[in-house]
């Protein structure tokens, strides 16, 4: 699917989903902090794109317990990890000392098909929207 808004009428905004699943296309309120976040990096590493309009990032995975803890809102206890090489070693080394989930740490991103590991996530900044779509599944 095309994620260019300029092709579709915008007849209502998505609420914020952290994990898109799946083939999907949402968009947000140009206003929407979280998009804002998500677009600008968070957990995501640039890939090389020529359209100015959509910004290609790819996916880092998902630090997940390997004890298979559960969280209070029900999910498996995992973690984003950090944007840049350093920063992310930094975040391992001390994920012991903030929690003991991560002391056998292991990144996951859709276990079924490791083919697809790094795929990209599309966004578009237009003037009132933020458009975001991905074709893969994170198993957590």
């Known amino acids: 699917m095309c994620l260019h808004t ?11 989903n952290e994990w898109a699943d799946g083939h999907c296309r949402f968009v947000y309120r ?16 640039n890939t090389n794109n020529h359209n100015v309009h959509i910004l290609k990032k790819s996916c880092l995975g998902v630090l997940v317990c390997t ?15 950090a944007i840049c090489d350093k920063a992310r070693k930094k975040q391992q080394g001390n994920l012991t000392v ?14 079924n098909e490791p083919k697809l590991i790094g795929s990209p996530i599309q966004f578009e900044v237009a003037i009132n929207s933020i458009s975001m779509g991905r074709k893969i599944k994170h198993v957590v």
């Open 6 to 16: 300029t092709d579709i009428q915008v007849t209502a905004f998505d609420s914020y």
């Open 30 to 45: 140009a206003d929407c902090e979280e998009a804002k976040r998500h677009a600008s990096g968070w957990a995501m590493r």
């Open 67 to 81: 004890q298979r803890c559960i969280s209070d809102s029900g999910g498996r206890v995992h973690l984003r990890p």
């Open 98 to 111: 903030v929690a003991e989930h991560f002391v056998n740490y292991k990144i996951v991103e859709n276990q």
